[in-house]
């Protein structure tokens, strides 16, 4: 199916080909056929499936841009308001669309003037409300959306939404999207839609299959040498690690910035301001890690987050599928990692259940492995160099003491020291001992937390599968070596060794 089979506008087809989209995404390809046939309608869809074109582009499609305010999107936070904004922005520009974006904490002044001549208005609830009790704005808008419905109730909104529906037209096709349906969206919702059209997508759409879901396990201590090797091992380009707490958070920033990342927390309680400079630090690559609870990732869109790791699992399956919805977003792949402690298997097989998914299994890197991968890395760079004249001045001057194979080996290590991988040689659990434990965990109904006299239990915990044990190699190597490469060269270095950040 192609965006071409819409009966969509002219503009809105070109606009979308300068987007760069080809296929419509499952909600798109049910939803918009819906909207353009003039029903209400009430959408569930996952984060990252699309659901801003999915109500924008057949309501564009169908406004006439006479300079009154034809469309009212209502979203819960300031920067979904902002990303929503801007994504219609783009898709309405060619059709004379525009957009204005009205949020809490700045002036009224200002808004109130761009909502005078735009044709959409896109709205947080609480702002919104003043402006409509104030009678400061009027409106009559055709098209009125309501985007991440849940989260809006969620943080409290119902009362500011039934109170601006008031002031709306009777006269006007509502669209109410959301990633979840608890009882109070469907209340909702037969207050406000008229005789609504429903679209779910299914359970095997929702999650996103372009994101690999891996889990590994380890025991509790491990947690923060495991989630350093795997970063080291995964070299994500921009990651967001999740934590239930947010003096996990705080704690997890100190301990990855003292490692060398560039990181930053994200908090729920951080103030506006300092959480758009944060953002857009990490949008444009100053910062490459957050660590966040779900309170503060709500409606966080960025594009090409890589990873998402769950230091600790997500208590609930939503909690889950909303967490790893921040990377592969936009039709790209991406990867969401869990670490788990043995008791917490239980967990994962739940989710699994829930979600309709499989995840994978894996064993956490030794250090050689990720050594070995750097020096692959290395060895493609080294071929890559361009040789510059300072270079060969250089191993001219060496050239007076020292042979060729010397100063080859000296640089070589030079380089090495600040690729040194840090740690212990084995993190966490081998893939048999998981297997085992999975089984154990999956018969094992009720408290009683296993009958460990199976025949199977094999003993001798860290048995690493199919994976033997590198013996020897580089556990000899000084701590020296790994003190220096972690706190001097620190993370650049690595990086630029690796040679695999765009
Ligand atoms: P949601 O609201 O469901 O979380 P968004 O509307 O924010 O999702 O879309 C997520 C990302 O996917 C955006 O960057 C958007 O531009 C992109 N996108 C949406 N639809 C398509 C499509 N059909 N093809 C390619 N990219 C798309
Ligand atoms: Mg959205």
Known sequence: MKFTDFNLKETIQAAITEAGFVEPSPVQKDAIPIILEGHDIIAQAQTGTGKTAAFGLPA???????????GLVIVPTRELAMQVSDELFRFGKLS???TATVYGGT???QQIDRIKQASIVVATPGRLQDLLMSGKVKMSPKFVILDEADEMLDMG???????IFTFLPKDRQTLMFSATMPPAIRKLAEEILNNPKTVSITKAEKTNTKITQLYYVVQEKERDDALVRLIDYKNPDKCIIFCR??????????????QGFKVSGLHGDMEQKQREV??????GGGIDIFVATDVAARGLDVNDVTHVFNYQIPFDSESYVHRIGRTGRGGKTGEAITLVTPNELKTIKRIEKDVGTTMTTQVIPTRMEVQNNRSDALISKIAETKVTENAIMLVKTLQHDLDIVTIAHLLASLVQEENFVQGKDNIGLGLEEIELLIERALNSRGAGSGDRSGSRNRSGGGYRGNKPRTGGGGSGTSDRHGRNGRSTGGRDSRNGGQGSRG
């Open 60 to 70: 564009m499609s169908m406004m006439k841009g006479d300079g009154s305010v034809e």
């Open 96 to 98: 004379g669309l525009k």
């Open 107 to 109: 002036a009224y002044g």
């Open 157 to 163: 909104f119902l009362d500011e939404i039934k109170n």
């Open 245 to 258: 707490m947010k003096k996990e958070v705080d704690r997890l920033v100190a301990h990855l910035t003292a």
């Open 278 to 283: 944060t953002i857009r630090a990490f949008k």
